[in-house]
C-alpha cells in the first residue's frame, strides 16, 4: 500500500524558513509526479510546486524564487524548501504523487508564518 506522510511543518516567523519532507513508502518504482499544494482556512487548495520525473518544475506565482522543490529518487521523497516566508503562506500544505496512473495524498503538516 502506498503511503506519504508529510512532516517538517511549524511555526516560523515571517522571513524565516522551513523544510518540508515528503516520506513514501509502498513501492521501489519511481513516482512520475511528486508535488506539494496547500489550503488556507477558507481557501481553495492549490497546487504550490510540482517536480516530474525528468527534474522539471512548476511553481504556483506567489512562492517562485521563494520555495524549491526537490526530490531524491532513490528514497522515493520530495522535499519543499520554503523561504522568506511570508503569513500569506500559512496553509496546511499537503503532498501528492502519481505513479502509473494513481494518485496519493498525504495528510497534510500545518505551517504558521507568524508576522
Known amino acids: 500500500q502506498v503511503q506519504l506522510v508529510e512532516s517538517g511543518g511549524g511555526l516560523v516567523q515571517a522571513g524565516g524558513s522551513l523544510r518540508l519532507s515528503c516520506a513514501t513508502s509502498?513501492?521501489?518504482?519511481?513516482?512520475?509526479?511528486m508535488a506539494w499544494d496547500r489550503q488556507a482556512p477558507g481557501k481553495q487548495r492549490v497546487l504550490v510546486a510540482q517536480?516530474?520525473?525528468?527534474?522539471?518544475?512548476n511553481y504556483l506565482e506567489s512562492v517562485k524564487g521563494r520555495f524549491n522543490i526537490s526530490r531524491d529518487n532513490a528514497k522515493n521523497t520530495v522535499y519543499l524548501y520554503m523561504n522568506s516566508l511570508k503569513p500569506e503562506d500559512t496553509a496546511v500544505y499537503y503532498c501528492?504523487?502519481?505513479?502509473?496512473?494513481?494518485?496519493?495524498w498525504g495528510r497534510g503538516t500545518q505551517v504558521t508564518v507568524s508576522s
Open positions: 517536480i516530474n520525473s525528468g527534474g522539471s518544475t
Open positions: 501528492y504523487a502519481a505513479i502509473m496512473g494513481k494518485n496519493y
Open positions: 509502498g513501492t521501489d518504482f519511481n513516482f512520475q509526479v
